[in-house]
Protein backbone atom coordinates (compact mmCIF):
# COMPACT_ATOMS: atom_id res chain seq x y z
CA UNK A 1 0.00 0.00 0.00
CA UNK A 2 1.62 3.80 -0.69
CA UNK A 3 2.76 5.70 1.93
CA UNK A 4 2.10 9.01 2.57
CA UNK A 5 4.97 11.28 4.44
CA UNK A 6 4.80 13.64 7.02
CA UNK A 7 8.01 14.67 8.16
CA UNK A 8 11.58 13.06 8.96
CA UNK A 9 13.31 13.24 12.38
CA UNK A 10 16.18 12.50 14.19
CA UNK A 11 15.77 8.56 15.96
CA UNK A 12 15.63 10.59 19.06
CA UNK A 13 12.83 12.75 18.53
CA UNK A 14 9.99 11.98 20.94
CA UNK A 15 7.41 11.64 18.43
CA UNK A 16 4.93 12.35 20.72
CA UNK A 17 1.61 11.39 18.24
CA UNK A 18 -1.29 10.84 20.57
CA UNK A 19 -4.21 12.55 19.69
CA UNK A 20 -3.30 13.38 16.30
CA UNK A 21 -4.95 11.93 13.06
CA UNK A 22 -3.36 11.84 9.65
CA UNK A 23 -4.95 12.76 6.29
CA UNK A 24 -7.98 11.08 4.75
CA UNK A 25 -11.54 10.21 5.60
CA UNK A 26 -12.04 8.65 7.69
CA UNK A 27 -8.69 9.58 8.95
CA UNK A 28 -5.86 6.92 8.83
CA UNK A 29 -3.54 6.27 11.56
CA UNK A 30 -0.02 7.64 11.71
CA UNK A 31 2.69 5.65 12.45
CA UNK A 32 6.40 6.00 12.17
CA UNK A 33 9.31 4.16 9.78
CA UNK A 34 12.52 3.74 12.00
CA UNK A 35 16.29 3.41 10.85
CA UNK A 36 19.27 3.76 12.88
CA UNK A 37 19.74 7.59 12.73
CA UNK A 38 16.29 8.42 11.66
CA UNK A 39 12.39 8.15 11.39
CA UNK A 40 9.82 8.85 9.06
CA UNK A 41 6.40 9.91 10.32
CA UNK A 42 3.51 8.04 8.10
CA UNK A 43 0.79 6.73 7.05
CA UNK A 44 -1.78 4.68 4.66
CA UNK A 45 -2.11 6.84 1.82
CA UNK A 46 -6.14 7.29 1.01
CA UNK A 47 -6.53 6.79 -2.75
CA UNK A 48 -8.47 9.88 -3.03
CA UNK A 49 -6.33 12.32 -1.58
CA UNK A 50 -6.87 15.87 -2.57
CA UNK A 51 -6.05 19.32 -0.87
CA UNK A 52 -9.06 19.34 0.86
CA UNK A 53 -9.07 21.95 3.86
CA UNK A 54 -9.54 19.06 6.74
CA UNK A 55 -6.40 17.24 4.91
CA UNK A 56 -4.69 20.33 4.70
CA UNK A 57 -5.48 21.10 8.99
CA UNK A 58 -4.04 16.93 9.43
CA UNK A 59 -1.22 17.45 7.65
CA UNK A 60 -0.61 20.94 9.09
CA UNK A 61 -1.00 19.53 12.73
CA UNK A 62 1.39 16.42 12.49
CA UNK A 63 3.88 19.36 11.75
CA UNK A 64 3.37 21.63 14.38
CA UNK A 65 3.51 18.80 16.72
CA UNK A 66 6.70 17.40 15.34
CA UNK A 67 8.29 21.24 15.47
CA UNK A 68 7.29 21.81 19.23
CA UNK A 69 9.47 18.99 20.54
CA UNK A 70 12.38 19.09 17.94
CA UNK A 71 14.03 19.46 15.19
CA UNK A 72 11.68 18.33 12.19
CA UNK A 73 12.13 18.09 8.16
CA UNK A 74 8.58 19.00 7.17
CA UNK A 75 7.43 17.13 3.88
CA UNK A 76 5.00 19.12 1.60
CA UNK A 77 1.47 18.11 1.20
CA UNK A 78 0.79 15.28 -0.93
CA UNK A 79 4.00 13.18 -0.62
CA UNK A 80 3.71 9.48 -1.18
CA UNK A 81 5.87 6.79 -1.11
CA UNK A 82 5.34 3.43 -3.14
CA UNK A 83 5.19 1.82 0.71
CA UNK A 84 6.98 1.50 3.81
CA UNK A 85 10.14 -0.58 2.68
CA UNK A 86 10.76 1.67 0.22
CA UNK A 87 10.45 4.87 2.77
CA UNK A 88 13.11 3.15 4.65
CA UNK A 89 15.48 2.92 2.09
CA UNK A 90 15.41 6.28 0.82
CA UNK A 91 16.01 7.33 4.65
CA UNK A 92 19.37 5.13 4.79
CA UNK A 93 20.25 6.36 1.35
CA UNK A 94 19.70 9.62 2.00
CA UNK A 95 20.87 9.84 5.82
CA UNK A 96 24.01 12.25 5.96
CA UNK A 97 22.06 14.68 3.41
CA UNK A 98 19.21 14.27 6.18
CA UNK A 99 20.95 14.60 9.49
CA UNK A 100 22.69 18.17 8.37
CA UNK A 101 19.06 19.43 7.27
CA UNK A 102 17.91 18.52 10.43
CA UNK A 103 20.96 20.20 12.24
CA UNK A 104 20.46 23.08 10.02
CA UNK A 105 16.86 23.67 11.03
CA UNK A 106 16.84 22.63 14.60
CA UNK A 107 15.81 25.51 17.03
CA UNK A 108 14.59 27.30 13.93
CA UNK A 109 11.39 28.40 12.20
CA UNK A 110 9.92 29.79 8.50
CA UNK A 111 9.26 33.30 8.04
CA UNK A 112 8.08 34.21 4.16
CA UNK A 113 7.84 37.73 3.05
CA UNK A 114 5.51 38.56 0.12
CA UNK A 115 6.65 42.14 -1.09
CA UNK A 116 4.83 44.85 -3.81
CA UNK A 117 4.86 48.39 -4.84
CA UNK A 118 2.52 50.07 -6.14
CA UNK A 119 2.37 50.17 -10.17
CA UNK A 120 1.90 53.97 -10.64
CA UNK A 121 4.67 55.05 -8.23
CA UNK A 122 6.91 52.77 -9.70
CA UNK A 123 6.02 53.94 -13.00
CA UNK A 124 5.97 57.91 -11.73
CA UNK A 125 9.79 56.63 -10.95
CA UNK A 126 10.77 56.01 -14.13
CA UNK A 127 9.41 58.84 -15.73
CA UNK A 128 11.24 60.71 -13.78
CA UNK A 129 14.52 59.54 -13.78
CA UNK A 130 14.82 58.11 -17.49
CA UNK A 131 15.13 61.00 -19.86
CA UNK A 132 14.74 58.35 -22.96
CA UNK A 133 11.37 57.39 -21.09
CA UNK A 134 10.25 60.64 -21.67
CA UNK A 135 11.73 61.15 -24.66
CA UNK A 136 9.96 58.39 -25.89
CA UNK A 137 6.63 59.17 -24.03
CA UNK A 138 6.55 62.75 -25.61
CA UNK A 139 7.16 61.73 -29.06
CA UNK A 140 4.45 59.00 -28.76
CA UNK A 141 1.89 61.47 -27.59
CA UNK A 142 2.83 63.85 -30.03
CA UNK A 143 2.54 61.12 -32.96
CA UNK A 144 -0.17 58.37 -32.06
CA UNK A 145 0.50 56.64 -35.10
CA UNK A 146 4.28 56.35 -34.09
CA UNK A 147 3.93 52.50 -33.55
CA UNK A 148 7.80 51.85 -33.36
CA UNK A 149 8.33 53.89 -30.91
CA UNK A 150 5.38 52.68 -28.87
CA UNK A 151 6.96 49.45 -28.92
CA UNK A 152 10.41 50.68 -28.13
CA UNK A 153 8.48 52.60 -25.11
CA UNK A 154 7.23 49.86 -23.99
CA UNK A 155 9.46 47.66 -24.17
CA UNK A 156 12.07 50.20 -22.41
CA UNK A 157 9.32 50.51 -19.74
CA UNK A 158 9.20 47.01 -19.02
CA UNK A 159 12.85 46.65 -18.82
CA UNK A 160 13.31 49.38 -16.20
CA UNK A 161 10.32 48.02 -14.04
CA UNK A 162 11.92 44.50 -13.97
CA UNK A 163 15.25 45.92 -13.44
CA UNK A 164 14.29 47.99 -10.36
CA UNK A 165 12.14 45.58 -8.82
CA UNK A 166 15.54 42.96 -8.93
CA UNK A 167 17.06 45.58 -7.54
CA UNK A 168 14.45 46.54 -4.69
CA UNK A 169 14.04 42.97 -4.53
CA UNK A 170 18.02 41.63 -3.51
CA UNK A 171 18.35 44.87 -1.26
CA UNK A 172 15.45 43.89 0.58
CA UNK A 173 16.66 40.44 1.44
CA UNK A 174 19.61 41.25 1.84
CA UNK A 175 18.98 43.44 4.65
CA UNK A 176 16.60 41.09 6.35
CA UNK A 177 18.94 38.44 5.92
CA UNK A 178 21.12 39.30 8.41
CA UNK A 179 18.55 38.47 11.00
CA UNK A 180 18.48 34.74 9.78
CA UNK A 181 20.38 31.27 9.17
CA UNK A 182 19.55 31.17 5.77
CA UNK A 183 16.72 32.78 2.73
CA UNK A 184 15.20 31.12 0.40
CA UNK A 185 14.09 32.82 -2.89
CA UNK A 186 10.86 31.64 -4.60
CA UNK A 187 9.57 32.80 -7.64
CA UNK A 188 7.34 36.52 -7.91
CA UNK A 189 4.09 36.07 -7.73
CA UNK A 190 1.66 38.12 -9.97
CA UNK A 191 1.32 40.60 -7.80
CA UNK A 192 4.36 40.64 -5.67
CA UNK A 193 7.60 41.12 -7.05
CA UNK A 194 9.41 39.34 -4.15
CA UNK A 195 9.11 36.25 -2.76
CA UNK A 196 11.23 35.10 -0.26
CA UNK A 197 11.89 32.83 2.88
CA UNK A 198 14.04 33.19 5.91
CA UNK A 199 15.08 30.50 8.58
CA UNK A 200 15.11 32.20 11.79
CA UNK A 201 16.18 31.24 15.02
CA UNK A 202 13.25 30.75 17.48
CA UNK A 203 14.35 32.76 20.07
CA UNK A 204 15.26 35.59 17.33
CA UNK A 205 11.84 35.60 15.88
CA UNK A 206 10.85 38.72 17.48
CA UNK A 207 13.81 40.43 16.29
CA UNK A 208 13.32 39.24 13.03
CA UNK A 209 9.41 40.78 12.76
CA UNK A 210 11.03 44.20 14.35
CA UNK A 211 13.26 44.53 11.61
CA UNK A 212 10.77 43.43 8.86
CA UNK A 213 8.66 46.13 10.34
CA UNK A 214 11.17 48.35 10.46
CA UNK A 215 11.85 47.85 6.52
CA UNK A 216 8.37 48.36 5.79
CA UNK A 217 9.01 51.74 7.46
CA UNK A 218 12.06 52.43 5.31
CA UNK A 219 10.31 51.80 2.21
CA UNK A 220 7.54 53.93 2.80
CA UNK A 221 3.56 53.44 1.84
CA UNK A 222 3.96 52.62 -1.78
CA UNK A 223 5.16 48.81 -0.29
CA UNK A 224 3.24 46.47 1.05
CA UNK A 225 5.36 43.65 3.04
CA UNK A 226 3.60 40.89 3.84
CA UNK A 227 4.82 38.77 6.18
CA UNK A 228 3.61 35.10 7.00
CA UNK A 229 4.97 32.98 9.94
CA UNK A 230 5.97 31.07 11.99
CA UNK A 231 6.14 28.09 9.55
CA UNK A 232 7.67 24.81 9.18
CA UNK A 233 10.65 24.99 7.34
CA UNK A 234 9.26 23.54 4.21
CA UNK A 235 11.76 25.82 1.98
CA UNK A 236 14.80 24.42 3.67
CA UNK A 237 13.92 20.87 3.69
Known sequence: MPTYI????????????????????????????????????????????????????????????????????????G??????????????????????????????????????????????????????????????RDNPAAQDDKMALGEMVSQEVQARQDRAGKDIAARLAEGAVRTAVADPTKSHFLNVSFLVRREEAGAFSEAVHAEAERLGETYTLNLHGPLPPYSFV
Open 6 to 77: YAITDSGHPLRLDGIDGVGDPATQLRTIRTKELSAVVSDAPADLRAKRRDLAAHQAVQERLLADGAALPMRF
Open 79 to 140: LVGPDDDQVAAVLEEHRDTYAERLEEVDGCLEYNLKVARDEDDLLREIMKESAEVRRLNERT
